[in-house]
């Protein structure tokens, strides 16, 4: 039963990344794009953490961790690029 269920959420989160990839090629705004990238990220910490669950291992969740710190940084990154045209004051 656990299969099936960890089949069915694959493939949720699956299609919403293609969703969000929908969204940042055709965004009508920066602030959508933006948006749909951390979208990505917190589905791919999603489907980390639930090949981690099929395989039964523990290193997913590490890594599920980095790609979290990560997404952050890089989203709070381009928004301050975008806003004020540098990162770095």
Known sequence: MIEAALHFAFG?????????????????????R???????????????ILFGISQGTVIYYEASMLVAMVGFVSTVAYCRFVLRGDIIE
Not at 13 to 32: E, K, V
Request: charged share 10%; glycine share 8%.
């Open 12 to 32: 949720c989160y699956g299609l919403g990344l293609l969703f969000n990839l929908w969204r940042i090629t055709r965004g009508p705004a920066l602030a959508d």
């Open 34 to 48: 933006i948006l749909a990238l951390d979208t990505m990220v917190i589905n791919l910490i999603a489907l980390l």
